[in-house]
């Protein structure tokens, strides 16, 4: 009995340890309010004419994305487990907008989005996944994905896995609020509290946060990054 007691105190002490190393630490404002510092636009048409209108701005101490001309905005920095919390609202009519997340190599698909996980904010489809040379997987996979030989990464292929549920966006012209949680290779989202989406075994564990400009005006009051030891 002394033994027993013993090993359940040093596993006790070892699941505090465990917890205590798992702090989240301090917030970042990956967007100021000011300006786009530690971003950069990756914009396919301005490179045609330099004259091409920037889709993303600040306004209002927002930052905007008008939805044309399509690109992306595309974090300066890398980052590895962490909590990405976003609030958004499309400013006119509904549409399609993206996060992200994991982003690496430029314009790897369709000469256009950037290598990594999307996590949908298109109206009526938040927090779906999407595919972009890099892969996730989700439990119910051939429900959620399709037929799996049509399953891929690249262009023609059954990227899309949809969320686990409908109903948790805001009425039109308020705020939403979408965290996304990337640990290792596992990726959760949760919209307005909401868990809609969870992924496992994605084939890349950090990179940029890109936002994108799809056709449709969108405001984001907060991007905001928490990292995880």
């Known amino acids: 009995m002394k033994k027993l007691n013993t090993l359940i105190l040093i596993s006790s ?5 465990l917890i205590s190393c798992s702090k989240e630490l301090d917030s970042i404002q990956l967007f100021n309010g000011k300006n786009l ?3 950069h636009i990756d914009v396919p048409g301005m490179d045609v004419n330099p004259d091409t209108l920037n889709p993303f701005i600040v306004r209002n101490g927002m930052l905007v994305s008008l939805g044309t001309p399509n690109g992306h905005i595309i974090t300066d920095n890398i980052y590895q487990n962490y909590i990405l919390d976003i609030e958004y609202r499309f400013a006119g009519e509904p549409g399609n907008c993206g996060a992200l997340v994991h982003a690496s190599t430029p314009r790897a698909l369709y000469a256009m989005f950037p290598k990594s996980v999307e996590v949908q904010m298109m109206h009526e489809n938040a927090g779906d996944f999407w595919c972009i040379v890099e892969d996730i997987e989700v439990a119910d996979m051939e429900t959620r994905r399709g037929a799996k030989e049509n399953w891929g990464i690249t262009e023609g292929k059954e990227r899309r896995i949809e969320n686990l549920t409908d109903g948790t966006e805001k009425p039109l012209g308020e705020w939403n ?5 990337c640990v290792d290779d596992s990726i959760t989202v949760w919209l ?3 868990m809609v989406n969870s992924g496992f ?4 564990t950090k990179g940029q946060i890109a936002l994108q400009a799809e056709g449709s005006e969108v405001e984001f009051s907060k991007v905001e990054l928490t990292q995880i030891k």
């Open 177 to 181: 609020e979408m965290k996304i949680k």
């Open 37 to 39: 510092s530690g971003w």
């Open 13 to 17: 002490f070892f699941m505090i340890v």
């Open 201 to 204: 075994n994605s084939t890349a």
């Open 192 to 194: 307005n509290d909401v």
